[in-house]
């Protein structure tokens, strides 16, 4: 019978990414998760920089989690209270 091994996820940066751009669609409507997607996009940004297994595809989403976080600004009116 054939061993399984099962080996720990190392793409830590792309899992926090994909939590990011999921928490950046939710800001669009509601800005007062917009603080805590930030987070997840910083933290996952430098993890997946960090990380050696797939720095790619966990800088991919980081990237795609950013902009919707750019978007989720205008989109929300947060902006607003930047310009005043």
Known sequence: MAEVIEQPIKSKGLILGII???LAL????Q???MPLAVLFAIFGTFISIKDSHRPQAGVLVNIVAWILLGVAV??????VFWVD
């Open 26 to 29: 939710i800001s669009m409507f």
């Open 74 to 79: 205008f989109v929300s009116g947060v902006w």
């Open 31 to 33: 800005w007062l998760v």
């Open 20 to 22: 990011a751009c999921v």
